[in-house]
């Protein structure tokens, strides 16, 4: 296995992070590999915001499901969809008043789904860059939570949201971290066209993950509840996702009214 492939699979979500600073030089190699990502038509639709300040890192620990390792994490970036960058571009330069032979477009969901791609190839490939320069990372889910709270906290405007959160350092112990169970590479790829995966076949899918929990007594209705149960409970139906729903909506309508 070439190191690349080793390093793919070898990446695992680090949590808890050593004091040790990271260097000028290891933070700078870490930004020029992820503005290597692929990005639509060579625009670069993301910004990267990353929070230094100890008071914005506490209260983003807060609107990101109280996690206090967002808090104490020694790099910590948002990435973020930006449309509205190229939209201010395109006013200021003068591009939209030269083309006046063309109608008007507002940003559309169109630009979003774009952006969002953008922002997540290159939050991943900081993930894999960080891993070759001895960095653990973490994806913060929650940083679509809250979206007000958290536009005020960073100064968002307009078409401008968030798509990830990662988290940086590095490993506070050199403990390896056991392997997570991932699907059977036939229950994920489909050859042509869509398929939904009926119920034993997603129970033969997701068998090793079930058994993982099954292991650590983590599964409902007394450890004798299926993956099905677990994640139904725990994650459908929780008051975190109703949240991220009622977020979302709010920062999908305000891409495309803007801030008006």
Not at 78 to 91: E, G, P, R, S, V
Not at 139 to 149: K, P, T
Not at 201 to 206: D, H, K, P, S
Request: glycine share 4%; proline share 6%; aromatic share 10%.
């Amino acid at each position: 296995m070439n190191e690349t492939l080793r390093l793919i699979h070898n990446r695992r979500s680090l949590r808890a992070f050593s004091d040790r600073p990271i260097p000028p030089e290891v933070l700078l190699a870490l930004k020029e590999a992820t503005l290597r990502a692929p990005t639509a038509g060579n625009m670069a639709y993301y910004s990267i915001v990353e929070v230094c300040d100890r008071e914005k890192k506490e209260k983003l620990a807060l609107l990101c499901d109280n996690q206090p390792m967002i808090a104490k994490a020694p790099l910590v970036w948002i990435f973020l969809a930006d449309a509205q960058k190229w939209l201010n571009y395109y006013h200021e330069s003068g591009a939209v008043e030269k083309a006046n032979d063309l109608p008007y477009r507002p940003i559309g969901l169109g630009d979003l789904h774009l952006a969002l791609q953008d922002t997540i190839i290159a939050a991943h490939n900081a993930v894999i860059a960080a891993e070759a320069l001895g960095l653990g990372s973490c994806y913060i889910g929650d940083v679509i939570e809250n979206f007000e709270e958290l536009s005020d906290l960073l100064h968002l405007s307009g078409s401008v949201i968030p798509g990830a959160m990662v988290i940086f350092g590095y490993p506070k112990t050199d403990n390896a971290v056991k392997p997570t169970p991932r699907c059977p590479v036939d229950s994920i790829f489909m050859k042509d066209s869509y398929r939904e995966p009926h119920l034993k076949e997603m129970e033969a899918a997701y068998f090793e993950h079930e058994e993982q929990k099954r292991r650590i007594q983590s599964l409902p209705y007394e450890n004798t509840g299926s993956l099905a149960d677990f994640y139904y409970r725990r994650k459908h139906t929780s008051a975190f996702m109703r949240e991220m729903n009622r977020s979302t909506e709010v920062m999908f309508r305000r891409w495309v009214e803007g801030d008006s």
